[in-house]
């Protein structure tokens, strides 16, 4: 008995150019996608009948954006600005036809994992292929360029809307330092600093959503989202560059006015000096200039990689009365750098990288720190971010991918072929033969 599939009748209702049968309904579906307009679709009603909507002409990416916004403010506590900006969203997803989630919908969110370890394949081809490479502080970790890709970054026309950002932004920043705060405590001020900017805009500036691109709590949180990822990539810099050189010492140099102006001559002379001494004797520098708490004096807080015999001045001991802890202290002062610039604190820290890296940790706090104030990092030449080094298939030992909004794939690479210097990471020579004796197959006659 020969069976025949039927398309469903409401199916067909739906699409009534498909054919009856069920082997063609691939190709009908194709030619009804192909015909249907940007401006209509079919939905069913409570009757079941079937209605023609107008569709939301908004891109995936701006739609997704837009739910995003209006899924946070509806889990945020109950207010009078949560209330407002709910109906803002609410009035302007209506207007574009936008399908808005239900309640149920956003109760529960599915938790990511972010770091996903993986075994490597030994049973492809031994390739040689270029690497990136860096050290993590415990680990040599490669990736292979080309092969995570990367999304395309959306561009956006800049509007007096981001000058007047920017002005409030530092404005409240600075006024809600987060100073002492601990992570939670930073979360929730920067939810409150964005909602603060978000009711500006609406009540003190009339943003309207209807006659720009995008809402206002999506222009905010793109913006805060913006700058939130850009302090991330200066602080992954940082930290990246501090752990591809071995730091030799942690030095304090302090403005003295008797021998400078004002600070910015300072400043221009200690960073002549800095950049002398770089290229000249081979030093490695990284640091920030900050205020200090008590009096307000500029300062220079930095590692230095300062190689064997390039040293300048001489060590000598100094002491010194601190009025915040009330006792005296002693420190090491370079003569060379006190009579150009003033007082100046060295702290040897060449051992720090073999024996104590907890040593480093408390520099690296410090100079976080600074960069959470707003202040900007100095390097100077020659600081490696990652290098370029030539590995086989066989060379890797784990694979882990570190999943955010992409997945980034990364390798740990076999220690035993590598070597690593104060400032460089290379691999041993690979052998062009097997030598019998090498390997010690055959003995000495």
Request: net charge positive.
């Amino acid at each position: 008995m020969d069976m025949q599939l039927v398309t469903d009748p409401k199916i067909l209702k739906l699409f009534p150019s498909l054919p009856p049968t069920f082997d063609e309904i691939d190709r009908g579906l194709a030619e009804y996608a192909a015909k249907q307009t940007k401006t209509e679709k079919f939905v069913f009603d409570e009757d079941g009948n079937v209605k023609p909507q107008d569709r939301c002409t908004w891109g995936l990416r701006r739609l997704s954006r837009f739910i995003s916004r209006y899924v946070h403010f509806y889990k945020s506590p109950p207010s009078e600005n949560r209330t407002f900006f709910l109906e803002q969203l609410e009035s302007v997803a209506k207007e574009n036809n936008v399908m808005l989630p239900q309640p149920c919908e956003m109760q529960s969110r599915k938790p990511v994992k972010r770091i996903v370890c993986e075994s490597v394949e030994r049973c492809r081809d031994n390739r040689l292929r270029r690497y990136k490479a860096y050290y993590d502080g415990e680990n040599v970790v490669a990736y292979l360029p080309g092969e995570n890709g990367g999304n395309e970054r959306e561009m956006h026309e800049r509007t007096s809307w981001d000058d007047l950002f920017d002005i409030l932004y530092a404005r409240i920043r600075k006024e809600r330092s987060e100073a002492y705060m601990t992570k939670d405590q930073k979360a929730n001020n920067r939810r409150s600093i964005e909602a603060e900017i978000v009711r500006q805009f609406y009540e003190l500036y009339g943003y309207e959503d209807k006659l720009s691109k995008e809402t206002c709590p999506e222009f905010v949180h793109r913006k805060v989202s913006n700058m939130s990822a850009a302090y991330s990539a200066r602080q992954r810099r940082f930290t990246r560059k501090k752990d591809q050189v071995r730091w030799t010492a942690w030095w304090t140099i302090t403005y003295d006015d008797k021998l400078y102006e004002c600070e910015e001559i300072f400043r221009k002379r200690l960073l002549n000096k800095f950049r002398n001494l770089c290229t000249r004797n081979g030093w490695r520098i990284m640091g920030v200039f900050e205020h200090g708490e008590e009096n307000g004096r500029l300062h220079f807080h930095g590692f230095f990689y300062i190689p064997k015999g390039q040293e300048i001045g001489e060590l000598v001991q100094q002491k010194h009365f601190s009025e915040k802890e009330h006792r005296w202290y002693e420190y090491m002062e370079n003569t060379e750098f006190r009579k150009l610039f003033g007082v100046n604190d060295y702290e040897n820290i060449e051992y720090a990288g073999y024996e104590a890296k907890s040593a480093y940790a408390v520099y690296t706090m410090k100079m976080q720190r600074y960069m959470e104030k707003g202040e900007k990092v100095y390097y100077s030449r020659h600081i490696p971010f990652e290098f370029l080094i030539d590995l086989q298939d066989n060379d890797r030992l784990v694979a882990f991918s570190i999943t955010c909004k992409r997945r980034i794939k990364r390798y740990v690479i076999n220690d035993k072929i590598l070597t690593r210097t104060d400032t460089n990471i290379s691999r041993l020579p690979i052998p062009d033969r097997c030598d019998a004796y090498e390997c010690g197959l055959q003995g000495s006659l």
